[in-house]
């Protein structure tokens, strides 16, 4: 298995371009999400899926759009890409489920920045 | 929104030297889980808990899980300079597809 892979790596965008981040997972897992890293923050929930076809908001959801069509992809698209969305973006996967199955697995991220 | 107190938010150490870190808050949750992100790389599953009063090894690590459900801590023994790195901690409320609630991280140097 790859795991969670993401794509690109690296990404620099000007002020008000949009672009797709991309993230796929080869575990059948029906539960993604999207979070976002910046310095002394943590990790921030920006949206996430329990299933295909079904996602909702996280903590930070303004500015980000995705969509499940599929199990395995989970796309965060910035529709007018703004400097403060400047951030390294995670990508996670997990199978829901109880017990010690409950272990959610992180992508290598994709480091943003907005000019 | 939910929140994770995660302290310290940094830590010097020399090799050999044992560290503790923590995490707080003001609601309960049902899982606990600790991270470790090595710099340039996503966040990797250290530990993780489940029961109140549960206590979990991993190597020279250990965590506990509150017995209010409110707090966790973690344990490094005898650090060696491959444990530098951010530690988080994150709470989840329900199992499976709930959604996590990350802590700021701890960040640990350890100076050989």
């Known amino acids: 298995n790859a795991g969670v892979t993401q794509t690109p790596k690296f990404q620099v965008l000007k002020t008000g371009q949009s672009m797709t981040l991309q993230c796929a997972q080869d575990m059948n897992h029906e539960y993604m999400s999207w979070y976002r890293q910046d310095p002394g923050m943590g990790l921030r929930l920006i949206h996430y899926?329990?299933?295909?076809?079904?996602?909702d908001q996280g903590e930070v959801p303004n500015g980000y759009n995705v969509s499940r069509s599929t199990t395995e992809d989970f796309p965060l698209r910035l529709l007018s890409a703004a400097p403060s969305q400047t951030s390294v973006y995670f990508c996670a996967s997990n199978q829901a489920g109880t017990g010690s199955t409950d272990t959610q697995y992180f992508g290598p991220g994709t480091r943003l920045t907005v000019l | 929104g939910q929140q994770l107190n995660q302290s310290p938010q940094s830590m010097f150490i020399q090799e050999g030297e044992d560290v503790s870190m923590n995490c707080t808050s003001s609601?309960?949750?049902?899982?606990w889980l600790w991270y470790k992100q090595d710099p340039g790389e996503g966040p990797v599953l250290l530990i993780a808990?489940?029961?109140?009063?549960e206590l979990t090894s991993n190597g020279r690590l250990t965590a506990q899980f509150g017995i209010t459900r409110k707090d966790s801590f973690l344990n490094i023994s005898a650090s060696i300079p491959s444990d530098v790195g951010i530690y988080f901690c994150?709470?989840?409320?329900?199992?499976?597809?709930?959604?996590?609630?990350f802590g700021k991280g701890t960040k640990l140097t350890v100076n050989p």
């Open positions: 808990l489940y029961k109140a009063g």
């Open positions: 899926s329990v299933g295909a076809g079904i996602t």
């Open positions: 609601s309960i949750f049902n899982t």
């Open positions: 994150a709470g989840q409320q329900k199992g499976g597809s709930e959604k996590l609630v």
